[in-house]
């Protein structure tokens, strides 16, 4: 149900206590049949607790009760009743004039009554506003002053701290000097111990023949037959993982060799040419103890 500004208003001059006892009764009427209105008088009620929780009490001096005793007596006195020895004539006999219409003042009174309770309403809001603004205040300044109910509940702020990950622990490295019967370097062979990933450079020696690809192969005397780990390309640098499926004991300790296969490398996997360049790998950077 929508209510009026006026109903509104009644609810909070309900709450505020500056009602009469007729307008008290019919509010307290409606609240008994309407639901709804008595949760808008009890919001009010809500809202303007704050107001009585912000102001203590203050009890008045004696001297105010001695006022208003002393203005009750003397509102009680009567004036003494005067009798008087003859009654006075009556007055000569005026013609009778008829009174003039009565103007109806109920749209007046109404539109009084909605006046005040605007007003009362308007005043409700500012004190709320004041009291809203204040109770911020104190609790920025002087928290301590406000009940325990009012008091802000303190901000636990989270701090992210990013803590940089280790340095990385440098991993072994390992070099093969691939050369030829004459004693000349053709490749050098790096190897990474973590990774096992290799990188065949060359340096030296003779470009592979027309139709001809120079292939490298992995020798070790705990494999059945060396292991192709592919053709060398043509430019300087050749660089693979194959080496990463094996055991790191073969990797370091095996013999790698280069021989010359058909364009594209060996078809079944096995070598058909005598090795031209041969070498076993030396640990140049130790792994991190």
Known sequence: ????????????????????????????????????????????????????????????????????????????????????????????TAPVVEPAPVADNSNVIQLSSRL????????????????????????????????????????????????????????????????????GPAFILTVDGTTRNFTVRKVGGDAAEAGKSLELWLISDRLPQPRSLGVIGPSDFTARPVLSSYDPNIVTGATYAVTVEQAGGSPDGKPHSTPIYTGKLIETVPAAR
Not at 121 to 130: D, I, K, N, R
Not at 164 to 175: D, F, G, N, R
Request: aromatic content about 4%; proline content about 11%; charged content about 15%.
């Open 116 to 183: 005040k309770r605007m007003r009362t309403l308007a005043s409700v809001a500012t004190a709320l506003a004041a009291a809203l603004i204040a109770m911020l205040a104190i609790q920025v300044y002087s928290p301590d002053l406000l009940p325990a109910g009012l008091r802000a509940k303190p901000r636990i702020q989270t701090v992210e701290v990013k803590i940089p990950p280790p340095p990385a622990t440098p991993s072994a490295q390992y070099v093969a000097l691939l050369q030829g019967p004459s004693g």
């Open 1 to 92: 149900m929508a209510y009026s500004e006026d109903h509104i208003a009644l609810a909070a001059e309900y709450a505020l206590g500056t009602l009469d006892a007729g307008e008290r009764s019919q509010v307290e009427t409606m609240m008994a049949v309407d639901t709804e209105f008595t949760a808008i008088v009890h919001a009010w009620e809500y809202r303007l607790g704050v107001l009585n929780q912000m102001v203590g009490s203050v009890e008045p001096r004696p001297i105010v009760w001695e006022n208003i005793k002393a203005a009750i007596g003397h509102s009680g006195e009567q004036a003494p009743l005067v009798l008087p020895d003859a009654a006075p004539p009556p007055p000569p």
